[in-house]
Nanobody, 127 residues
């Protein structure tokens, strides 16, 4: 069974940086799609970024483009989200997610694409 565990959240001042990690187990993960989502208090969960296990097909939400970088380390089965120039509106619980290999294209921006989810890690950005 695939398990995902996020870490690296915390409290940071506006303009600061954090790096989130998502450790995956239960693979192999060849052909998987990976994504980061976030959910702020009182708001719906929203897409942040996605990447294929191969390292390709990277996409970002417009709200984080140019500030966040998604990557993965296949040797350590870990995905990362480097977050720079953080803003108070980035405050949320951040979740990582994994999509099993599929013969069909599934929208990486959609929560329904993903089969496995982590428990989330809190990111708080103070002004």
């Amino acid at each position: 069974q695939v398990q995902l565990v996020e870490s690296g959240g915390g409290l940071v001042q506006a303009g600061g940086s954090l790096r989130l990690s998502c450790a995956a187990s239960g693979g192999p993960f060849s052909g998987y799609g990976l994504g980061w989502f976030r959910q702020a208090p009182g708001k719906a969960r929203e897409f942040v970024a996605a990447i294929r296990w191969s390292g390709g097909s990277i996409v970002y939400a417009d709200s984080v483009k140019g500030r966040f970088t998604i990557s993965r380390d296949s040797a350590n089965n870990t995905m990362y989200l480097q977050m720079n120039s953080l803003k108070p509106e980035d405050t949320a619980v951040y979740f990582c997610a994994a999509e099993r290999p599929s013969l069909y294209y599934n929208d990486p921006n959609s929560q329904g694409t993903y089969d496995y989810w982590g428990q989330g890690t809190q990111v708080t950005v103070s002004s």
